[in-house]
């Protein structure tokens, strides 16, 4: 069993930055992948970006240039560096942790933390 802590979330302006971390207790093995989702209030969840245990990321096409993922496998904690942010970044943010064993997946989820940006 793996749980998910965020934090960081807040109320940021228009081109202000905001970095999200989020901390996984338990077990993490070197196949799980970790990631951000979003969920912006009556749209679905959409997946912004992943990482690897060894490093490789993928961004969704509107966070690509602004937004940068980090990993600490030290420390089972993943960061998400934030720039440039714009209203249509406003969402709750939850981080994800998956893993993939044979044809099997399991996805564990944290609570969310509000990222709101306004003026």
């Known amino acids: 069993q793996v749980q998910l802590v965020e934090s960081g979330g807040g109320l940021v302006q228009p081109g202000g930055s905001l970095r999200l971390s989020c901390v996984a207790s338990?077990?993490?093995?070197?196949?799980?992948?970790m990631g951000w989702y979003r969920q912006a209030p009556g749209k679905q969840r959409e997946l912004v970006t992943t990482?690897?245990?060894?490093?490789?990321?993928t961004y969704a096409d509107s966070v690509k240039g602004r937004f940068t993922m980090s990993r600490d496998n030290a420390k089972n904690t993943v960061s998400l560096e934030m720039n440039s942010l714009n209203p249509e970044d406003t969402a709750v943010y939850y981080c994800?942790?998956?893993?993939?064993?044979?044809?099997?997946?399991?996805?564990?989820w944290g609570q969310g933390t509000r990222v709101t940006v306004s003026s």
């Open positions: 994800n942790l998956r893993r993939v064993f044979g044809l099997n997946q399991v996805n564990y």
């Open positions: 990482i690897t245990s060894g490093g490789a990321t």
């Open positions: 338990g077990t993490v093995f070197s196949i799980d992948v």
